[in-house]
Nanobody, 122 residues
């Protein structure tokens, strides 16, 4: 069974940093495009950052540009999100999403992790 597992969330003061990781487990060939999304209490889930298969192209929500960096290590089937200069409004559950290539399947499978909580205190 293919899974995306996030880690690295926690409680941090405003101005601090966190690094989130997302590892794909199970029998996979690799991850195509991937991204991080977040959902704050009472709000809809929103895209935070996305990255293409080889990391050549990234895209960020305007609210995190210049503070967050998405990256990946394809050898480890892992996607990262480095979050600096965190603000209270960055608080939410952060989800990893990936288009995963699976043996025996013609098309990649869109998968989501269970989420990791990020809380930024004032």
């Amino acid at each position: 069974q293919v899974q995306l597992v996030e880690s690295g969330g926690g409680l941090v003061q405003a101005g601090g940093s966190l690094r989130l990781s997302c590892v794909a487990s199970g029998s996979i060939l690799g991850i195509n495009s991937a991204g991080w999304h977040r959902q704050a209490p009472g709000k809809q889930r929103e895209m935070v950052a996305v990255i293409t298969r080889y990391g050549t192209t990234t895209n960020y929500a305007d609210s995190v540009k210049g503070r967050f960096t998405i990256s990946r290590d394809n050898a480890k089937n892992t996607v990262y999100l480095q979050m600096n200069s965190l603000k209270p409004e960055d608080t939410g559950v952060y989800y990893c999403n990936g288009s995963i290539r699976i043996p025996g399947k013609l098309w990649p499978v869109d998968s989501w992790g269970q989420g990791t909580q990020v809380t930024v205190s004032p």
